[in-house]
C-alpha cells in the first residue's frame, strides 16, 4: 500500500475555484483500479489550505492515477491558482 | 470526527531518535478514548520526514490527547532534535 498526503493551498480570492476543480476529481479518482481511499479535507482555520489524503494499492496504480484524463485535466486547469502544492508519497511506519 | 495530519521532520542525523520518540507515543494514545486512529508513516525519499494520520471523536478529545502526559513528554524529549514540525486539523470536505 502507497500512502499519499497533499497539501494544496490556493491563492487568495482562488479558494472556491480550487476546491470545485479537488472535488471534480474525487468521483473519477475513487473509480480508478488500486484506489483504496482519495479524500478531500479542508483547514478550518485556512480556508485556502486543503488536503487529500489517498492510499494506493502500488506505486504503478498511483503513477497510473498521475496520468490519468480527468488528474491531467485538473493540475491544468488549477496550475496558476495554486500557492503551494506539497506531495508527500509515504510507507507504513507504524 | 477531527482529522490531523503531523508533518515532523528530524534535523539530520536524528531521524532514527525521532522515530524510536514518535513509535513509543503510538500504543498509549491508540487506548486513548476517542481516538479513531493514529498511523505513522515515513518518507523513503526523505528518510528524516515523519507523518502521522490521526482521527479524533472530537476536538476535546484531541486536545486531552495534546495534554497527556506521554505526549508531553516525547515533545520535550525531542524538541532539541526536530527540523520543523507542521500540524494540519481538518475538517472532512469529501
Known amino acids: ?4 498526503i497533499a497539501v494544496l493551498t490556493a491563492q487568495e480570492g482562488h479558494e472556491e475555484k480550487l476546491f470545485e476543480a479537488l472535488k471534480s476529481v474525487i468521483e473519477p479518482t475513487r473509480a480508478e483500479p488500486g484506489c483504496f481511499h482519495y479524500d478531500l479535507y479542508r483547514d478550518p482555520k485556512t480556508p485556502t489550505r486543503f488536503v487529500f489524503d489517498e492510499a494506493w494499492e502500488s506505486a504503478e496504480h498511483l503513477a497510473a492515477h498521475a496520468r490519468s484524463a480527468h488528474l491531467t485535466a485538473m493540475r491544468e486547469a488549477t496550475k496558476d491558482i495554486l500557492a503551494s502544492r506539497e506531495v508527500f508519497v509515504l510507507d507504513r511506519a507504524s
Chains 1, 2 share one sequence.
Open 1 to 4: 500500500m502507497v500512502k499519499v
